[in-house]
């Protein structure tokens, strides 16, 4: 049977119980582990992968901790996670027309488009019956993957890096500036000044607001994620010289900041995905008529803020979760030219999934984490995958 990396409720209970529930000292790799899975007979839309790469995100750190819900718990005490990969179609089934053995795809993690298009639910997270892609092998409906753009100058790891950040960041920039142009049009501003904290979707949401001709400003903690920004044309924030906005007098000197690098007028545009700490200071660097984004909530759930404030200053809040499925295939018509992720300088191996999970939730990577899952690779990604 292959193998898939699985969540289990127990497993939660146990590692909770060890630590006495103090998450400093929780360790995510004792909860993700190695499993046996069954994959179901291949129906007459669905295409068989070979999984060649993945990138570990962070609703697996959510689904370990159970710190949002208990997604594992809920799905019956056990998911098999797993929602960004890369793989190699081996099978298709007979009414499949877009895909053949041979032919290298991303996935997306639209688990359930809503009446719109967009997720009323995630695939391998909260989408009854889906099986995520953490493992050797997968069947997937066709609809679930979208053929990987291998000449779009990116190699194999920063494609696997983009499936999930890609379609969020894309849906998160098309809404912030939609907003914002509904308030001040083109003729008024050309150039918006475009904040995103430390992450790897508001690292691409930053990439798209420079390509568009925008100032793009990024607040990290980590130097490498900060140079490698720095080397688009996006200028680095040292959030650490600001304490991880710890006080209001942190977050004080970095409105002055902010104020400092835009000629007193402040971000137009924020994406905070982090909230918690960081939320007073998205706020507080925002202009008047600004548009503050988010879909993560990594640092907290639960935010306040003055209403009069926000009116007087006339500031949107808007809340996103992922793209459509059209959103997704147009996100990754922009891999290379203008997303060019941040990859960690480890390539884990399939055994070191787990320990890529635990370095996540230490925060002690210097870019997106990427686990190679197949040891031989086709021959159209050999060249890619060095
Ligand atoms: N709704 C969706 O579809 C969706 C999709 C993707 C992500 N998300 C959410 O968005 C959030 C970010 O995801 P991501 O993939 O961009 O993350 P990521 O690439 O894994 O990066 C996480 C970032 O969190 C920052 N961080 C960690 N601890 C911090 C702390 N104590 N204070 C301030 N910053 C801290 C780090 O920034 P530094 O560089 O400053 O260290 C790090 O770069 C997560 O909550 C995730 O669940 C939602």
């Known amino acids: 049977m292959p193998q898939s990396y699985a969540i289990t409720a127990e497993a939660i209970q146990a590692e909770r119980k060890r630590v006495n529930d103090d998450l400093d000292k929780f360790d995510a790799a004792n909860v993700i582990r190695l499993d046996e899975l069954e994959l179901r007979e291949l129906g007459p839309s669905d295409v068989r992968l070979r999984i060649l790469a993945v990138s570990v995100e962070h609703n697996i750190d959510h689904a370990v901790l159970a710190d949002t819900v208990n997604i594992a718990e809920l799905r019956g005490g056990k998911i098999y996670p797993g929602n960004s990969a890369v793989g190699e179609v081996t099978e298709v089934g007979d009414r499949v027309t877009r895909f053949q053995p041979g032919d290298v795809v991303v996935t997306h993690c639209n688990g359930e488009p809503d009446i719109y298009g967009y997720p009323a639910r995630i695939w391998a997270y909260d989408q009854p019956e889906s099986i995520g892609w953490y493992g050797r092998e997968a069947v997937v409906g066709d609809w679930q993957v979208i053929p990987a753009p291998l000449d779009c100058g990116l190699n194999l790891w920063e494609i696997a890096a983009l499936p999930l950040r890609a379609p969020t960041a894309y ?215 060095q």
Not at 354 to 373: C, L, Y
């Open 171 to 385: 849906h998160l920039w098309r809404r912030a500036e939609g907003i914002m142009r509904l308030k001040v049009g083109r003729e008024r501003l050309a150039r918006l000044n475009v904040l995103g904290f430390g992450g790897g979707v508001s690292e691409l949401f930053l990439m798209l607001a420079r390509s568009e001709g925008h100032n793009a400003f990024f607040c990290s903690g980590s130097p490498a994620r900060r140079d490698h920004l720095a080397g688009l044309g996006i200028a680095p924030i040292d959030q650490k010289q600001f304490n991880r906005f710890a006080g209001p007098a942190d977050v004080k000197a970095f409105s002055k900041e902010v104020k400092k690098q835009s000629d007193g007028v402040g971000m137009h545009v924020v994406c905070d995905l982090l909230r918690g700490p960081v939320f007073p200071a998205s706020l507080a660097a925002l202009a008047r008529q600004g548009v503050n984004v988010s879909a993560g909530w990594q640092l907290g759930q639960k935010i306040s803020y003055d209403s009069a404030l926000l009116s007087v200053k006339q500031v949107t809040l808007d809340h996103t979760h992922y793209d459509t499925i059209d959103g997704c295939n147009a996100a990754t018509e922009l891999y290379g030219s203008v997303f060019k992720p941040t990859v960690h300088e480890e390539i884990y191996s399939f055994e070191e999934l787990p320990r890529a999970v635990r370095e996540m939730h230490h925060n002690t990577q210097t870019g997106i984490p990427i686990v190679r899952v197949a040891d031989d690779m086709p021959d159209s990604v050999k060249s890619l995958a």
